[in-house]
């Protein structure tokens, strides 16, 4: 064991330009950090410089690291799909060959809106893809007065449903939502995951969203790297939405987070305790706030704000700890429509206690990060399971 502790931090959407098959997705041309960078008067990202990232993908005004302190490498996505679930279950082990169902189109079958109505009690509206925040103007009213229950979904393999705090209640939200998991556990119906929306307000203009959202995910079709560090006895820390992205198999402990900023602040507490293993960070903020919503100034902010914390967790990192930035899959905010994008994605490696840095050869693959971090904990990787370590490329 080189590393007593290794903080992954997913910065979720963040891609460095289209993969080669974007144009079987509708993204060719995609580049979520480059579009930021040319849209952004004085981006200000040092850390992330520093660490290798304007290595990896141009970015206006900004030169990369004459000598950058970590190492740097692009990743490509192996997996069919760009969604969540497929980047982060990739990035530990599982190879997707398979895409999850997605509804874009045509919205949920008629079969699967009926019994969902049946077993709730409550009519359905929407059964479209949609922006949350813009369906929520558009039904938030209906739903409120006449007891009724949003359902959309968006490029994702997602079934999202929509539920006011205050006249629904959280927990009538949650049992929906468990209802609409069983269903879509057939497989005509199978989406990734089904999401808990709760939100405020009685008007619309008013209607926001809250921190209270859930997600009912598939459990991995395999074991990956967190079962295998769990199975050794390694503390496995999530932060953010891993927990739901793994339905919270091989974990040790999970912590929710408000939003990113949050979860950044959660990370750099944690880095003040004492563990052996790997703490796993999803700051999902950059895909739903503003890729999503096309949002690039704040995009940039949040990639700003996210800066500023970063140099602080790494002034608490000691020689014993690696930190690993990836992101896993892309959302370019200046592309057409509300979907994620089809992208490469950037590894970034770094501890205090590096001699070496640099230039890392690009990977066929995000399993890169499962596979260097159960390296380091001398741990066997799980059967089927895909991805070659770096860790001994990282001196």
């Given at each position: 064991m080189r590393y007593k502790r290794i903080f992954t931090v997913v910065i979720d959407s963040l891609g460095i330009g289209a993969m080669?098959?974007?144009?079987?997705?509708?993204?060719?041309?995609?580049?979520?950090?480059g579009h930021i960078a040319e849209k952004r008067e004085n981006f200000q990202i040092p850390n992330l410089v520093r660490l290798g990232l304007a290595d990896l993908c141009t970015l206006r005004g900004i030169d990369p690291a004459k000598h950058p302190i970590g190492y740097h490498a692009?990743?490509?996505?192996?997996?069919?799909?760009?969604?969540?679930?497929?980047?982060?279950?990739?990035?530990?082990?599982?190879?997707?060959?398979?895409?999850?169902?997605?509804?874009?189109?045509?919205?949920?079958?008629?079969?699967?809106?009926?019994?969902?109505?049946e077993r709730t009690g409550r009519k359905v509206i929407g059964n479209k893809s949609a922006s949350g925040t813009e369906i929520l103007d558009?039904?938030?009213?209906?739903?409120?007065?006449?007891?009724?229950?949003?359902?959309?979904?968006?490029?994702?393999?997602?079934?999202?449903?929509?539920?006011?705090?205050?006249?629904?209640?959280?927990?009538?939200?949650?049992?929906?939502?468990?209802?609409?998991?069983?269903?879509?556990?057939?497989?005509?119906w199978k989406v990734g995951r089904v999401i808990a929306r709760p939100y405020t307000g009685r008007k619309k203009g008013e209607f926001k969203r809250t921190a209270n959202r859930h997600d009912y995910a598939l459990k991995p079709f395999g074991k990956t790297v967190l079962d295998a560090l769990k199975e050794q006895g390694l503390t496995v820390i999530s932060v953010g939405k891993i927990f739901d992205i793994f339905d919270g198999q091989g974990l040790t402990e999970s912590n929710k987070s408000q939003s990113s900023v949050h979860g950044m602040e959660q990370t750099i507490e944690i880095a003040a305790r004492d563990f052996t293993g790997l703490c796993f960070t999803n700051l999902v903020d950059f895909d739903a706030l503003w890729?999503?919503?096309?949002?690039?100034?704040?995009?940039?902010g949040e990639l700003e704000r996210f800066d500023?914390?970063?140099?602080?967790?790494?002034?608490?990192?000691?020689?014993?700890?690696?930190?690993?930035?990836?992101?896993?899959h892309g959302n370019d905010p200046t592309y057409t429509g509300t979907d994620h994008?089809?992208?490469?994605?950037?590894?970034?490696?770094?501890?205090?206690?590096?001699?070496?840095?640099?230039?890392?050869?690009?990977?066929?693959?995000?399993?890169?990060?499962g596979a260097t971090i159960a390296d380091n904990f001398d741990v066997k990787m799980p059967d089927g399971c895909i991805g070659t370590s770096l860790l001994g490329q990282i001196r």
């Open positions: 080669p098959d974007a144009d079987e997705y509708g993204d060719a041309g995609a580049n979520t950090l692009c990743l490509y996505e192996r997996s069919r799909g760009k969604d969540t679930m497929t980047g982060h279950w990739e990035m530990m082990g599982l190879h997707v060959t398979t895409p999850f169902r997605t509804f874009t189109e045509t919205g949920f079958p008629r079969e699967l809106i009926r019994e969902l109505e558009e039904l938030g009213e209906e739903e409120i007065k006449n007891g009724s229950l949003i359902v959309y979904t968006s490029a994702d393999s997602v079934l999202q449903i929509c539920g006011n705090e205050e006249t629904m209640g959280l927990e009538n939200l949650y049992r929906y939502c468990e209802i609409a998991r069983s269903l879509t556990m057939r497989d005509e890729g999503h919503r096309r949002d690039v100034q704040g995009y940039a500023v914390l970063l140099g602080k967790l790494m002034e608490r990192l000691t020689g014993d700890d690696l930190l690993i930035l990836t992101a896993d994008t089809r992208e490469k994605v950037p590894f970034l490696a770094w501890s205090p206690s590096m001699t070496g840095s640099g230039a890392l050869p690009e990977q066929d693959c995000f399993a890169v990060v």
